[in-house]
């Protein structure tokens, strides 16, 4: 009777160290990551205006917070919903801004224009899906851009 008691003893302990790694994996992919996303925009004109959208194909992002980039004709953070961010429903953003600055101080080549910053859920790497929605001139003429990413992983 020993043995047996013995066996089930080991076998409740298996079952209880089983569970506890189940449920702290549960726990880990719900709490999520966070990670920052760069993003910049390359223009061979001087760079006014600009206007993103940025998203995650599976839906397992949701934006937390956005800063402004390193030029300093656009100073303020970029325009967005603050309320959507706010209330955490901002699984995809529109970002935008615009500087009244002359031609002379504005940006021209590879600029960041806004760094994004969000918590991801699953344990899949992000399938980030961004389009550049306008670009403009001072004068107020669109020009042509592109737009790129640079990830970061967070905590």
């Known amino acids: 009777m020993s043995a047996r008691r013995t066996c089930l003893g080991l076998i409740a302990a298996l079952a209880l160290l ?4 189940l449920v702290a ?9 966070f990670a920052t996303v760069d993003v910049f925009i390359d223009s061979a004109e001087p760079l006014a205006a600009w206007q993103f959208e940025l998203g995650e194909r599976r839906g397992a992002m949701q934006v937390v917070g956005i800063e402004s980039g390193d030029n300093a004709s656009y100073g303020d953070p970029p325009y967005y919903d603050r309320a959507a961010v706010e209330r955490a429903a901002a699984d995809r953003i529109v ?61």
């Open 95 to 155: 970002v935008a801004d615009f500087s009244l600055s002359p031609p002379a101080g504005l940006p021209v080549g590879r600029t960041r224009v806004a760094t994004v910053h969000v918590r991801l859920s699953g344990s899949a790497a992000p399938d980030y899906d961004v389009r550049l929605v306008a670009a403009g001139a001072a004068d107020g003429r669109p020009i042509d851009a592109k737009i790129s990413l640079d990830m970061r992983n967070g905590r």
């Open 18 to 21: 089983a569970t506890g790694a």
């Open 25 to 33: 994996q549960q726990n880990a992919a719900q709490s999520g990551r």
